[in-house]
């Protein structure tokens, strides 16, 4: 089953499939090659699957077949197709076994299946290397993604010259990139998202032409973003998260007009530049998060009118936000501008706007500034720069929300769950569940900020419980442990109004959302960030991995001074990690 972790769902054109079945009941009676037979036996074996052979193993004969039905393979194709069929006998064409459940491994024998054009084995619990034997099918479609299949990409694959469509993602595939990936010019689609690809982007990508869709995103891959880009003149989504990537982009970029959907985040290096956008005037998705631009929001972002998604946040952009913006916001969806240093004024056309906006940390400092920090969908906290301006809500300024009289030195919360006390200790409850663009404070004790939407899941909630039983906890505490808050991106704790002093912070984690057991959500690979008081405390924390598994604890202490009243914890998304396990948009911290 064909699904994505960012980007437009496209569809695959198999213009190039002979269909010679032009009616399935004149099909019916033929059959398979013994040898396509035999194949078969030895790939079920293989993959784990059982089979009854005393039934036709094709159990779909193909007639013609609308191309666009691998838009959903494995949703409306059943799993062996047969087609190109001459006299008594046919061939298999297509084996379609997303979501299977299968355990075992990538079998060499579907070389033997000399008509084989379309392979989905994604969403299963598959090990092993691509076999280099597959280099002799005629695949067209091959679709491996959220398996555990590890070892490299082997050399061979860049034989498969009919091959249209690649997905590689969320497996633990790693090494660089062959070149010979240069010679599947026939490619569209290239998702080699959330391995471990290591090494630069070889220079024979250049030769992919007739790419739309390319994701390298959650792979350590290095190098500067490589100017044969601009050969990719056809290029429709591009997608490089959380990987160690330089920037600037190349000047070449700006003359890719056909892009739609931009997702870089985390890039390193660069000029501080906002990039040269100003022609690509189909963008419906921007996104170009903690990337160190410098400059000012341009102007010609307003002139975009297909935008839905524009998030720039986690950057120094300064200046002004510009008038033009106001043409833009009729489209937009999520807008999210926070954690930079834009100043002026908050403009009143953007609260008004009923759009999800999030522009809390700024610099913000026009008088007249805004008499609320949040309205359930517009998040402003600590977006003003002054410090001391005793007419503006405390929430509004950078350092110190309490608005009351600092009194507290103690604060536990129930991230994602009810009230609860333990050891005479009250655990707050934290059950909101509006985390878009969402700030709230619970009287002078605590606060709550969250940015990010599941993409492609945006009725996913922002609370969970667990679907794995917990160990490791008294009985007495399993009850904390049953419930987390997520953020698909950034998620903040505030301790208000809190004696000044030092402190003891400790956070509780449990992965309680991917599996352990054998089936593809047990394959998710969760990665945050941590930093109290503004200090990064953790980087690349993956929770099951300290904790030995799924549904087991782990505690983090850490010490932390307070000196002007508030505690900060912020946890932050970093684009590493897997974004479709169990289902599209997971990813970002859970605690
Ligand atoms: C298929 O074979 C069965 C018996 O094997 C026969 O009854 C039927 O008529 C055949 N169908 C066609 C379309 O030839
Ligand atoms: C695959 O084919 C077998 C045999 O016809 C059938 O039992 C099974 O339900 C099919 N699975 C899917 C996902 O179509
Ligand atoms: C796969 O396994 C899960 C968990 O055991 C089960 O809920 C699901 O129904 C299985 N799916 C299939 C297609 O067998
Ligand atoms: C499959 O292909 C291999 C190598 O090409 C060959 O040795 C083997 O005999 C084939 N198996 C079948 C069942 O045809
Ligand atoms: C690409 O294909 C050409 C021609 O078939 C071949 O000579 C070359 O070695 C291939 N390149 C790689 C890196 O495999
Ligand atoms: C590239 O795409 C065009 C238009 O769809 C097609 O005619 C051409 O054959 C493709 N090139 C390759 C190498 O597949
Ligand atoms: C990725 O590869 C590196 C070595 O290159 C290894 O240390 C690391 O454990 C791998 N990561 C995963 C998730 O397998
Ligand atoms: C880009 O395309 C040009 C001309 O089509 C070709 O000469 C060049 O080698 C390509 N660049 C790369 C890096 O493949
Ligand atoms: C954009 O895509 C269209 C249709 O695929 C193509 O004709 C056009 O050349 C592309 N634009 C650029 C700048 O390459
Ligand atoms: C955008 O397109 C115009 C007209 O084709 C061109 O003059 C300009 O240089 C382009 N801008 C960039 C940044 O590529
Ligand atoms: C926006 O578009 C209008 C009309 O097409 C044009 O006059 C204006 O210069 C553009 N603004 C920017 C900043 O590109
Ligand atoms: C936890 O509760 C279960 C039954 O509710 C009980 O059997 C078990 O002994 C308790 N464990 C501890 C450590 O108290």
Redesign the pocket.
């Known amino acids: 089953m064909t699904r994505f972790s960012d980007g437009v769902v496209p569809f695959l054109f198999l213009c190039a499939l002979v269909w010679s079945c032009s009616e399935t009941v004149h099909c019916r009676n033929q059959t398979l090659p013994q040898s396509e037979v035999e194949a078969l036996k030895k790939i079920w074996a293989k993959l784990g699957k059982h089979w009854d052979f005393t039934v036709n193993p094709c159990n779909r004969i193909s007639g013609p077949v609308d191309p666009r039905d691998y838009y959903y393979i494995g949703d409306l194709l059943p799993n062996v197709t047969c087609a190109t069929c001459q006299a008594n006998t046919c061939h298999v064409t297509s084996i379609s076994l997303s979501g299977q459940n299968l355990t075992g491994s990538l079998p060499d024998e579907l070389s033997n299946l000399t008509f084989l054009q379309a392979i989905d084995l994604s969403f299963n619990y598959l090990n092993g290397i691509i076999p280099a034997a597959w280099a002799s099918t005629p695949l067209i479609y091959l679709d491996l993604g959220a398996n555990r299949i590890t070892g490299r990409i082997p050399n061979e694959l860049g034989r498969i010259t009919t091959l249209q469509n690649l997905h590689l993602e969320s497996n633990l595939i790693e090494g660089p990139l062959p070149q010979s990936l ?1 010679n599947l010019t026939s490619l569209w689609l290239l998702n080699l998202a959330s391995n471990n690809f290591t090494g630069t982007l070889p ?5 992919l ?1 007739n790419i739309t869709y390319f994701t390298i995103g959650g792979n350590p891959i290095t190098g500067k973003i ?3 880009i ?2 990719w003149t056809q290029l429709d989504t591009l997608e490089m998260q959380g990987t160690s990537l330089e920037g600037p982009f190349p000047p070449i970029f700006s003359t890719l007009q056909n892009i739609t959907y931009l997702v870089v985040s985390d890039l390193k290096g660069g000029d501080g530049k906002f990039p040269p956008l100003q022609n690509m005037t189909h963008l419906y998705k921007l996104v170009l998060r903690n990337m160190s631009i410098t400059d000012e929001l341009p102007a010609y972002i307003g002139n975009m009118t297909i935008f839905r998604y524009l998030d720039l946040s986690f950057n120094a952009l300064t200046g002004q936000i510009p008038d033009s913006l106001k043409g833009i916001l009729s489209g937009l969806i999520y807008l999210f501008l926070n954690n930079n240093k834009l100043t002026g004024a908050i403009p009143d056309w953007m609260l008004k706007s009923g759009i999800h906006i999030d522009i809390s940390y700024n610099s913000f400092n026009a008088p007249n500034a805004p008499c609320y920090c949040s309205t359930g969908i517009v998040n402003m906290v600590s977006s003003y720069s002054s410090i001391d301006d005793n007419s503006m809500k405390p929430c509004l300024r950078r350092n110190n929300p309490c608005s009351g009289v600092p009194k507290n030195s103690n604060l536990f919360i129930n991230c994602g769950g009810h009230k609860i006390t333990i050891d005479k200790n009250e655990y707050q409850e934290d059950m909101d569940n509006q985390g878009a663009s969402y700030y709230n404070s619970y009287g002078d004790k605590w606060a709550l900020s969250s940015t990010g939407y599941f993409t492609y899941n945006e009725s996913q909630p922002y609370v969970a419980k667990n679907v794995s039983p917990i160990s490791g906890a008294s009985n007495a505490t399993t009850e904390l442990y049953t419930t987390a808050r997520l953020s698909p991106i950034s998620l903040t704790y505030y301790g208000l109004c809190l004696l000044n002093g030092n402190y003891t912070v400790r956070l509780h984690f449990v992965e309680i959302i991917f599996t352990n057991d054998k089936t593809y959500s047990a394959v998710g690979r969760r990665f945050f960030d941590v930093s109290i008081q503004g200090e990064w405390v953790l980087r690349d924390f993956n929770i099951a991995k300290e904790a030995n598994g799924t549904g087991r604890v782990t505690i983090q202490n850490f010490s932390a001074m307070v000196n002007s009243n508030t505690l900060e914890i912020h946890l932050q998304w970093a684009g590493k990690g897997t974004r479709n396990i169990p289902s599209y948009g997971v990813h970002g911290p859970l605690i």
Request: proline share 8%; aromatic share 8%.
């Open positions: 240069g220079e024979s990508l250049g030769n032409k490589p100017s044969f601009g050969n």
